[in-house]
């Protein structure tokens, strides 16, 4: 069974410049988080998806931040502009629905890791 | 609010050695507690949970947790380091009735020949 897959692993910009990053959850897994993980720290959620939906966006810094999971399977995670405190590993997981019982277990991706210069 | 405290963020111990990784839950409900393990350059893996039932959860790769309500603790051990042991490892806690895992800051486990 093939895992989360997020590309690209690493991306260096220089600040103001827009970056995206992509996911694919494992097939069938109807939630999809984005997590960001700056160093030394845990990951932090930014957004969750049910389905097509986002339903906990709360952590996301909307003024420069955009996600989107359009057909409700891989997602698309934005920055523009892109500012120095934005280095960080992005990390997408993917899980079964949490109502079926299995509520925080996670399935994570390599991550995508940003330097912004 | 929840919040899970990991005490040490560097662990060191020879081969063979036990090792035991601290973690302390904050929950105002009955919380789901895990452990995640992160090697270098990779996403992270879930090593252990606890949810209802058994307080002693075992793991892969040889690693334990036990519950403990009256210290709010949930601890990782494991009887015998192996030098694949070596990486980092993420206490997380949720509550039964949300999706939103609450992440320590980490403990980074090296383990010396």
């Known amino acids: 069974e093939a895992g989360v897959v997020q590309s690209p692993r690493y991306k260096i910009i220089e600040k103001k410049q827009p970056v995206a990053f992509w996911c694919n959850p494992i097939?069938?897994?109807?939630?999809l988080y984005w997590y960001r993980q700056n160093l030394g720290q845990g990951p932090e959620l930014l957004i969750r998806?049910?389905?097509?939906?986002?339903?906990?966006d709360s952590q996301l810094p909307k003024d420069r931040f955009s996600a989107e999971r359009l057909k409700g399977v891989d997602s698309t995670l934005k920055i523009q502009p892109a500012e120095l405190g934005d280095s960080a590993v992005y990390l997408c997981?993917?899980?079964?629905?949490?109502?079926?019982?299995?509520?925080?277990?996670?399935?994570f991706g390599e991550g995508s890791r940003l330097t912004v210069l | 609010a929840q919040s899970v405290t990991q005490l040490g963020s560097h662990v060191s111990v020879s081969e063979g050695a036990l090792v035991l990784l601290r973690c302390n839950y904050s929950?105002?409900?009955?919380?789901?507690l895990f452990w995640y393990v992160q090697y270098p350059n990779q996403g992270l893996q879930l090593l252990l949970k606890?949810?209802?039932?058994?307080?002693l959860v075992k793991g892969i790769n040889g690693f334990e947790a036990e519950f403990k309500k009256s210290e709010t603790s949930f601890h990782l051990t494991k009887p015998s380091a192996h030098m694949s042991d070596a990486a980092e490892y993420f206490c997380?806690?949720?509550?039964?009735?949300?999706?939103?895992?609450?992440f320590g800051t980490g403990t980074r486990l090296q383990v010396f020949p």
């Open positions: 929950s105002s409900v009955p919380p789901y």
């Open positions: 997981a993917s899980s079964l629905d949490f109502a079926t019982g299995d509520a925080g277990e996670l399935f």
């Open positions: 097939s069938g897994h109807n939630t």
């Open positions: 606890y949810t209802t039932g058994a307080t």
């Open positions: 998806y049910e389905n097509e939906e986002a339903v906990d």
């Open positions: 997380a806690v949720t509550a039964y009735n949300t999706d939103k895992l609450i």
